[in-house]
């Protein structure tokens, strides 16, 4: 039976006891449900390794005794970026956990043009936090060890400018050639970037300045998409050519 696992952001060795704060706490016993002697992987996103330990309950404190360590790469070899407009709460939070699901490296969020609900100077801190925590519990159940980046940026110049989008970049536009059919004739890179739009798609001004940093358009297909439902095909069929989605 696979091992509930838990990130951890500190040091893990086998042989310690680690101590944990409340919210683990709270999570192991109230929503895993697990009791006092029961075993967990934890993991703390510095290396590739899954840390099996037996939990210890006494009172409301609660320890992971660590027994043993089994190491195993589970990240794509592929380095690969998604550039998100920001859409609406729940569909960028959708977004962000498939793509890490899928072994996406980096995510960076802008406010776009056509963003509905653009993230103002006095939410970011939070929402910042909100969109860590998602991209955590995916690595938690999907069984990866790095914690994907997260960026913001207020607006797409600021984006391109910072940004260090390195090998390939696609945009998706409906004016672009299939990004199947483009990987395919394109040497295999080892770096990629793909940038998606919010609800109502990439304002043309915005297009126009991905294009002059060197992204190229692509489409996927017939169909329009859902911002969400665009971000993960495109990751996933760069995955499945160029990654380890087989």
Known sequence: MRLSRTYLNQPLATGSTVALDRDHSHYIRNVLRLKSGASIALFNGTDDCDYRAT??????????????????ISD????SEVILGVSRSDRIDFSIQKCTELG???ICIFNA???QNPAKQTQLEKRLAHWLAIAIKACEQCGRHRIPEIRFY?????????CNHAGSKFLLDFNG???????????ADIQVSLLTGPEGGLAQREITLAKEQGFLPAQLGPRVLRTETAAIAGLTIIQAIWGDVA
Do not use: W
Request: overall charge negative; charged content about 25%.
């Open 55 to 72: 939990l210890r309950f006494e009172g409301r404190n609660t320890t992971a005794e660590i027994v043993s360590c089994e190491c195993l």
């Open 76 to 79: 794509s070899e592929l380095e």
């Open 104 to 106: 996406v490296n980096r």
């Open 113 to 115: 043009q056509h963003s």
């Open 154 to 162: 207020y607006q797409i110049e600021e984006m391109l400018d910072n």
């Open 177 to 187: 050639p299939g990004l199947p059919g483009l990987l395919s004739t394109k040497q």
